[in-house]
């Protein structure tokens, strides 16, 4: 089993020591762990020229994917194939994460996206030909971690979603989330912090052996019950809400004074992050 961090902040940050303490957990429980300092690689700028999804989905002439920059790019790109867990961090100062982040999210999201590798190995199948690799379709649960000096929430109000996107695309179980916010020279808190890290390196562990679908999210549960953010898009007039990182549709409703998103079981099922809801985007995108 191996688990692989992708680190997008500045070495010796809380964002890095919180990223070392769920990997070292996760060697405890017995996995292979790795890390790559994203900010020592060079992934540029996604070029939207769309030469991977053409090569790879009307000349079939590609087993996968193949971006033509030349930057380090196939190399991060391999490592997250070849892994069956994932753990990012990103720092988050300015609400966002950083532009390292989006680098390897726009990079991975044209040509990995997880609806367009299952419909191109189900149509390769059906035309007698080979399917792709196993490693290509599997599921990896992942884990979020950002921090912010911020004295608010707003690495979990703004960044954490922005991050999950990645795992939404990439068809990827949400097993939980970290948001360090606040002081960073503060030791009693740091290790408390630290613990809750180690946490999710051992949830992730028992993840990668879990039916995706099945995987229980770990930490504070937020309104929406997929990617427990916080922030919905009006929808409409009234109460209706949806989630822009799910893409689910529900009612806003208010229980003994505290707010409530309620979502159908329909819906829930049909949700970006569940397989239903990526087998639904096929068929959207066949028409």
Known sequence: MKIIGLDFSPAGSVCAELLESALASAAECGAEVGSIRML???????????RCPI????????????CVLEDDFAEVRDRIIESDGLIMASPGDNQVPSGAFYCLLNRMITPFDYSVLVREHRERVASG??????????????????DSASADDSAADM?????????????????????????????????????????LGKKLVEAVDTDPDSVRFTGEPGL??????????IVGEGTRI???????????????????????AEAISTSHPRFKGWLDSLKEASK
């Open 40 to 50: 020592e690689k060079h992934v540029g700028q996604c070029t939207s020229c769309a």
């Open 55 to 66: 090569n790879f989905l009307a000349k079939k002439s590609t087993d996968f994917p193949v």
């Open 224 to 233: 929406c019950p997929q990617c427990h953010g916080i922030s919905f898009t």
């Open 159 to 199: 960044v954490l979603p922005s991050m999950e996107r990645f795992g939404v695309f990439f068809g990827s179980p949400l097993v939980g989330t970290l948001a360090h916010c606040g002081p960073q020279d503060d030791p009693a808190r740091l290790g408390r912090f630290r613990e809750q890290a180690s946490l």
């Open 242 to 264: 949806m989630c822009p990182v799910c893409g689910m549709t529900g009612d806003l409703d208010v229980v003994n004074g505290e707010p409530k998103a309620v979502f159908s």
């Open 129 to 146: 030909g080979k399917g792709l690799d196993p490693k290509f379709l599997k599921r990896r649960p992942i884990v979020f971690i950002s």
